[in-house]
């Protein structure tokens, strides 16, 4: 008895690994001997980083390029992370648009549909062939996917980051109800603020100084914005043997934010 997370023998295939919270997951599962396989969309730079870091720890770090909202590319990102590695054991969903705050009558329809399919879409082909990964392989599977701690209560202008997510949480849901019996799990994580990737950006670029300390001194009850670190620990916890009897569940690393 280590006190350590342990994790069943195969890949974790990280959906967005080139972003900063997938990043972190890749860093985390692969610091604790899980192989890792991490997609890009656009920037290979960022992923050959990301896999140069993880095997200058000794890790493995595959990258691949693969636009999750094309369904036989995300069937062969699967199929060919399982010939690599023998079996698939985990899928973390990390991937998503950017997007800018916008009050729902103010949000332009091609925005709306640009950010829907993205992530909506994205994250059903990547849970869909997860599902029938872990099936076919027989022998069970655990799935994650990020999505924000605020799907229960929305913020003002933020319905492009909840509206989207709170359809994954529900098909995560939907994956914890079908298919426990096939000893598949599936969890969310919810990010608040996070100071990296999206949110350092948004912090950056469309929050005023006055609006940061609002945030900071009133609606984060720890007072900090978070690190991609505190996100990537809930993630590899949810992945662990040790979270076995914990499925249909969202995570929340937000600070409090949301009590
Ligand atoms: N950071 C936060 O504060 C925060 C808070 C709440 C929720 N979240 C959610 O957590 C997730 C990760 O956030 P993040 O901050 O790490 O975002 P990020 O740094 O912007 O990374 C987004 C990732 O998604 C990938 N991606 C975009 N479009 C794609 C597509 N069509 N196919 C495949 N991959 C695609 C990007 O690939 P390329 O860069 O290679 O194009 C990148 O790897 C997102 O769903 C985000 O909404 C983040």
């Known amino acids: 008895m280590t006190g350590e997370l342990s994790y069943a023998k195969g890949a974790a295939v990280i959906g967005g690994g080139s972003g900063g919270l997938g990043a972190a997951v890749a860093v985390r599962l692969a610091g604790a001997g899980v192989p890792v396989v991490v997609t890009y969309h656009s920037n290979a730079d960022r992923a050959r980083e990301l896999c140069d870091q993880v095997s200058a720890g000794g890790g493995d770090c595959t990258a691949v390029r693969c636009d999750l909202t094309d369904p036989d590319a995300v069937d ?14 985990q899928v973390v969903y990390a991937a998503g648009p950017s997007f800018g705050f916008h009050f729902i009558g103010q949000i332009p329809n091609e925005e709306w549909h640009r950010v829907v399919h993205t992530d909506v879409h994205g994250a059903f082909h990547l849970t869909q062939s997860a599902v029938r990964t872990f099936k076919e392989q027989g022998d069970g599977g655990n799935l994650v996917a990020l999505i924000t701690s605020a799907t229960g209560r929305v913020a003002p202008a933020d319905i492009l980051s909840a509206g989207p997510k709170a359809a994954i949480e529900t098909l995560v849901k939907g994956v914890a109800r079908e298919c426990g019996r096939f000893g598949i799990r599936a969890n969310c994580v919810g990010p608040g603020w996070i100071d990296s990737g999206l949110g350092a950006s948004v912090w950056q670029t469309e929050v005023t100084e006055a609006q940061r300390r609002k945030i900071l001194n009133e609606m984060i009850p720890l007072r900090r914005l978070g690190a991609a670190e505190d996100v990537a620990w809930a ?9 076995a009897f914990i499925t249909g569940q969202t995570l929340a690393v937000d600070g409090g934010a949301q009590v």
């Open 76 to 89: 062969e990102l699967l199929a060919d992370a399982g010939r690599r590695h023998g079996r698939v054991a």
């Open 235 to 243: 993630v590899a916890f949810l992945c662990s043997e040790q979270a």
